[in-house]
T-cell receptor, first 114, second 115 residues
Framework: KAGVTQTPRYLIKTRGQQVTLSCSPI?????VSWYQQTPGQGLQFLFE???????NKGNFPGRFSGRQFSNSRSEMNVSTLELGDSALYLC?????????????FGPGTRLTVL | AQSVTQLDSQVPVFEEAPVELRCNYS??????LFWYVQYPNQGLQLLLK??????LVKGINGFEAEFNKSQTSFHLRKPSVHISDTAEYFC?????????????FGQGTTLQVKP
């Protein structure tokens, strides 16, 4: 099976712009979670989608949003980019979305905000 | 709410020596525990997980971890490390009582294996 894929791998934006990141989960996986990784804050949970519904949300401002499509692919959007949004954004998928299920991570999208 | 503390930010060790990476957690409910590894410019890979049962969990690449409920710890060990084990290691928890894809991570420990 192909692993979790994320596109693009690298992205450079300027402050005030918006960006959309894409995540394709492993075939058959229905849960997709997003994380932000920065040197200062470490790995922080953004949100989780299961069957096109947001099931959990982390403590991020409303500029961060996401959605999931019927084929389980997910996108996250960040509007009005700030310098502090520069980070590695990781997507992870798991089968039915139970706590016991292993989350499989993609390679991430590295976003640089100038 | 849950939290995870990884007690060492960096652990230098010589090749073929044993290593222990320490992880403590805080939670008012039961949790599931995980260790992930991240190699440079890559995503996270699961090393092992504790859900229930035996408190000694064996994972990939010769790693193992022991769950200690009284000390709320989940330390990762390897009896003999290799240069290729150089990476960042993350301990994570998720509430065991609900269906959720939310992992709460520690700050990470960089393992530096020296020849």
């Amino acid at each position: 099976k192909a692993g979790v894929t994320q596109t693009p791998r690298y992205l450079i934006k300027t402050r005030g712009q918006q960006v959309t990141l894409s995540c394709s989960p492993i075939s058959g996986h229905r849960s997709v979670s997003w994380y932000q990784q920065t040197p200062g804050q470490g790995l922080q949970f953004l949100f989780e989608y299961f069957s096109e519904t947001q099931r959990n949300k982390g403590n991020f401002p409303g500029r961060f949003s996401g959605r999931q499509f019927s084929n389980s692919r997910s996108e996250m959007n960040v509007s009005t980019l700030e310098l502090g949004d520069s980070a590695l954004y990781l997507c992870a998928s798991s089968p039915p979305g139970l706590s016991t299920d292993t989350q499989y991570f993609g390679p991430g999208t590295r976003l640089t905000v100038l | 709410a849950q939290s995870v503390t990884q007690l060492d930010s960096q652990v230098p060790v010589f090749e073929e020596a044993p290593v222990e990476l320490r992880c403590n957690y805080s939670s008012s409910v039961s949790v599931y525990l995980f260790w992930y590894v991240q190699y440079p410019n890559q995503g996270l890979q699961l090393l092992l997980k504790y859900l229930s049962g035996s408190t000694l969990v064996k994972g990939i690449n010769g790693f193992e971890a022991e769950f200690n409920k009284s000390q709320t710890s989940f330390h990762l060990r390897k009896p003999s490390v290799h240069i290729s084990d150089t990476a960042e290691y993350f301990c994570a928890v998720t509430p065991g009582s609900s269906n959720t894809g939310k992992l709460i991570f520690g700050q990470g420990t960089t393992l530096q294996v020296k020849p």
